[in-house]
T-cell receptor, first 113, second 113 residues
Framework: AQSVTQPDIHITVSEGASLELRCNYS??????LFWYVQSPGQGLQLLLK??????LVQGIKGFEAEFKRSQSSFNLRKPSVHWSDAAEYFC???????????FGQGTTLQVKP | EAGVAQSPRYKIIEKRQSVAFWCNPI?????LYWYQQILGQGPKLLIQ????????DSQLPKDRFSAERLKGVDSTLKIQPAKLEDSAVYLC???????????FGAGTRLSVL
């Protein structure tokens, strides 16, 4: 069955430190992959997407993600975290046929001053 | 460009009552999705429309949930009768086509007492 797993439920980093959020997927074929961010009381905002091509994808707010087929991973990274990055982050895999998204459980990011 | 509009933002009802949510997608977007997000979990697809036809409603509890997208634009999701476990945020998303990037509304937070 198709699935997306985010192993870390909660992560705390210091402001200015680097960040990596993990995402693993299980799909028969390479899915479309996304990272979304959700602030309290808000909808989901797209950070970046991978459809095909270059495996290192740049997104908004200084985020990037790397697609690694051999590890079935699509980890999100940021070199220097800002306090405003505190939020919930969701990785999602999309069917290349229907577009249906399967979301991971989310990772809550806390940023220490 | 206007985003996905949803109303109401919040709704509190008692169990066994009925409730309806409304969504207006981004202009020109053919595909519309309804997701249910239970606290602490990632969104789960309830139903996907392509124009005014249903593409996927496999996870919609059809004994109590219904949705329609008349004229292929606005959509309404209804719950009748509501149960305690229906307490969640209901997110609407739209995309130009499927598969493609999905843009999310702010959601409707439903509390069933």
């Amino acid at each position: 069955a198709q699935s997306v797993t985010q192993p870390d439920i909660h992560i705390t980093v210091s402001e200015g430190a680097s960040l990596e959020l993990r995402c693993n997927y299980s799909y028969g074929a390479t899915p479309y992959l996304f990272w979304y961010v959700q602030s309290p009381g808000q909808g989901l905002q797209l950070l970046l997407k991978y459809f095909s091509g270059d495996t290192l994808v740049q997104g908004i707010k200084g985020f990037e993600a790397e697609f690694k087929r051999s590890q079935s991973s699509f980890n999100l990274r940021k070199p220097s975290v800002h306090w405003s990055d505190a939020a919930e982050y969701f990785c999602a895999g999309g069917s290349s046929n229907t577009g249906k998204l399967i979301f991971g459980q989310g990772t809550t990011l806390q940023v220490k001053p | 460009e206007a985003g996905v509009a949803q109303s109401p933002r919040y709704k509190i009802i008692e169990k066994r009552q009925s409730v309806a949510f409304w969504c207006n997608p981004i202009s020109g977007h053919a595909t519309l999705y309804w997701y249910q997000q239970i606290l602490g979990q990632g969104p789960k697809l309830l139903i996907q429309f392509q124009n005014n036809g249903v593409v996927d409603d496999s996870q919609l509890p059809k004994d109590r949930f219904s949705a329609e997208r008349l004229k292929g634009v606005d959509s309404t999701l209804k719950i009748q009768p509501a149960k305690l476990e229906d307490s969640a945020v209901y997110l609407c998303a739209s995309s130009l086509q499927a598969p493609d990037v999905q843009y999310f509304g702010a959601g409707t937070r439903l509390s069933v007492l």
